[in-house]
């Protein structure tokens, strides 16, 4: 079980080398609890972060494409510019997090929750929303081209200039936007 900075270290070295196909292994930070994390530009493709708790972290301009973040409680984080393309968020709720540029290309965000979340000028591309809960996140700016969902809530979301095209968002609530 990693634990300790040396071991979050040496789990991202191990990480690093499976991905360029030499030894190592996948990191898998699944059930942790981890906190003050600076993990600014971390190669993180395909990690496990399966119900983690997390809170204040930065990740900023990290690459998390195609992670599982999977039933993930994260509180007070930082993932500007992060490229979350192919990640699977299913169930994560995401609390005073900002997401300001981050790219969730095809991203699953079935049921996921942002409360008071950033995603100020992110891209939501081809986004699985069923389900979730982005009310009063900061969508201003933000585009969400193709996304489709159902039973989506964005009451109180500041959507000042936030692209829609294409969306397919079927019985999703715009109360106070």
């Not at 991202?12 to 906190?35: C, E, I, N, P, V």
């Not at 990690?47 to 494409?65: I, P």
């Not at 790219?103 to 000028?121: D, N, V, Y």
């Not at 929303?129 to 700016?141: C, I, M, N, P, Q």
């Amino acid at each position: 079980m990693v634990s300790t900075v040396a071991d979050y270290s040496q789990a991202l070295k191990l990480h690093r080398a499976w991905l360029s196909g030499a030894a190592g292994h996948a990191a898998d930070f699944s059930r942790q609890t981890m906190a003050d994390l600076d993990w600014r530009g971390a190669l993180l493709r395909k990690a496990r972060f399966t119900a983690v708790g997390m809170t204040e972290a930065n990740l900023s301009d990290s690459d998390l494409t195609e992670s599982d973040w999977t039933r993930a409680d994260v509180k007070r984080s930082i993932f500007t510019q992060a490229d979350w393309s192919g990640a699977d968020l299913t169930e994560c709720h995401f609390s005073d997090c900002f997401f300001t540029d981050a790219t969730l290309s095809e991203a699953k965000l079935w049921r996921a929750i942002f409360h008071g979340a950033a995603l100020e000028q992110a891209r939501l591309i081809e986004v699985h929303l069923d389900e979730s809960v982005l009310a009063g996140a900061k969508l201003s700016g933000a585009t969400l081209l193709q996304a489709r969902g159902s039973v989506v809530d964005f009451s109180g979301a500041d959507m000042q200039k936030c692209v829609l095209s294409s969306a397919r968002l079927k019985f999703a609530k715009f109360r106070q936007c």
